[in-house]
């Protein structure tokens, strides 16, 4: 197993990859600010907790970022140009 084969590997991964953030970004997004701050509501509401104190882990850890689908399609395009580079640099 040579440089090649680690580029063809490293190519199909990255290319199927992008492949998902572009046709079903819903699949990567597992905590939005959206729907952080509706559960939130949802529990201000008086809907019972999924488990022991999640208003309190919700209030405590808040989500990071909040990546949108648009801009996760944008990374899949660009890991798309970089997986189509790294199976070419491959099979040269």
């Given at each position: 197993?040579?440089?090649?084969?680690l580029?063809l590997?490293?190519?199909?991964?990255?290319?199927?990859?992008?492949?998902?953030a572009?046709?079903?970004?819903?699949m990567?997004?597992?905590?939005?600010r959206?729907?952080?701050?509706?559960?939130?509501?949802?529990?201000?509401a008086g809907a019972?907790?999924?488990y022991?104190?999640?208003?309190?882990?919700?209030?405590?850890?808040?989500?990071?970022?909040?990546?949108n689908?648009?801009?996760?399609?944008?990374?899949?395009?660009?890991?798309?140009?970089?997986?189509?580079?790294?199976?070419?640099?491959?099979?040269?």
């Open positions: 197993m040579g440089d090649d084969s580029w590997y490293l190519g199909i991964t990255v290319m199927i990859s992008s492949l998902v572009i046709l079903r970004p819903e990567l997004v597992r905590e939005s959206r729907n952080w701050e509706k559960r939130l509501r949802e529990l201000d019972p907790e999924a022991f104190e999640e208003r309190r882990e919700l209030e405590a850890y808040p989500p990071r970022f909040d990546v689908h648009a801009t996760l399609r944008r990374f899949g395009v660009v890991g798309l140009v970089l997986g189509i580079a790294a199976l070419a640099l491959g099979l040269s």
